[in-house]
């Protein structure tokens, strides 16, 4: 095992393995036979596009969405509990135009100022979910 390499300031974006990493997608919960109540939230309000399961994977039910670079999987889950704490960061272009979007469709809205060189806010889907949209501000480093 190599030696970890000591924590690289926030800034840093060269970062790479010889692997190729990247997201395809990201796994939230929803309790089951909700997926109705998802695609009015998910589709309906944040406007994105519902793209049908694998048949195979299609019988666990959930939902599938996608737009732009983000594609988000809500999973069934018997024991379901939101998620309140860990949470996908989802990178938006116009970020007041979500926020504003969000609020008129009666999303309530809670933004943070606490990350440095970004503008962010939260939302809990229509289940609890902790959801984070943010943009960088004019000049910070979107990480690649």
């Known amino acids: 095992m190599s030696p970890r390499q000591e924590a690289l300031p926030y800034e840093t974006t060269e970062t790479t ?6 997201l395809h997608h990201v796994q939230l919960s929803l309790p089951p036979g909700e997926e109705e109540v998802c695609r009015r939230f998910y589709v309906d309000v944040l406007g994105m596009t519902e793209v049908r399961k694998p048949p195979v994977l299609a019988a666990r039910g959930g939902l599938w969405v996608r737009s732009d670079a983000l594609e988000i999987h809500l999973g069934v889950e018997d024991d ?5 704490k860990g949470h996908p960061g989802i990178l938006v272009g116009d970020l007041d135009g979500l926020a504003e979007r969000l609020a008129d469709r009666g999303v309530e809205v809670t933004w943070d100022d606490d990350f440095p060189g970004h ?4 939302v809990a889907d229509c289940h609890g979910n902790r959801l984070e949209f943010l ?5 910070s480093v979107v990480p690649a």
Do not use: C, I, N
């Not at 393995?17 to 990247?22: D, E, I, S």
């Not at 503008?119 to 939260?122: I, K, L, P, V």
């Open 119 to 122: 503008r962010r806010f939260y």
């Open 135 to 139: 943009s960088p501000e004019h000049g």
């Open 80 to 84: 379901f509990r939101p998620s309140r």
């Open 17 to 22: 393995t010889p692997f190729g990493l990247g």
